[in-house]
């Protein structure tokens, strides 16, 4: 799948992402999990200050997670680097 795609998917559903899928796509987009504890995981990147925090709520991601991330993702420009391949 590519970037376009998964982004678009997170932005127009942010209550129906699954906890992996959200996962997979801070993956997809070049962050590194960097652990976490109970039903937390840590993602962090070189170049972007924030750190993507996801949580797992009966297989889900929060919805407010969901909307973080898609802020970095558009506040970082990680679109862009599709295109500059």
Same mark, same amino acid.
């Given at each position: 799948? $590519?970037?376009?795609?998964?982004?678009?998917?997170?932005?127009?559903?942010? $209550?129906?992402?699954?906890?992996?899928?959200?996962?997979?796509?801070?993956?997809?987009?070049?962050? *590194?999990?960097?652990?976490? @504890?109970?039903?937390? @995981?840590?993602?962090? @990147?070189?170049?972007?200050?924030? &750190? *993507?925090?996801v949580?797992?709520v009966?297989?889900?991601?929060?919805?407010?997670?969901?909307?973080?991330?898609?802020? &970095? *993702?558009?506040?970082?420009?990680?679109? $862009?680097?599709?295109?500059? *391949?």
């Open positions: 799948m $590519k970037k376009a795609e998964i982004y678009t998917n997170l932005k127009n559903h942010p $209550k129906k992402i699954r906890f992996e899928y959200l996962c997979r796509a801070a993956e997809a987009f070049g962050f *590194v999990y960097r652990g976490g @504890r109970g039903s937390h @995981r840590v993602y962090t @990147r070189d170049g972007v200050r924030e &750190i *993507v925090n949580q797992e009966n297989g889900m991601a929060k919805p407010y997670q969901v909307k973080q991330f898609c802020k &970095i *993702v558009e506040g970082y420009s990680l679109l $862009k680097e599709d295109a500059d *391949v």
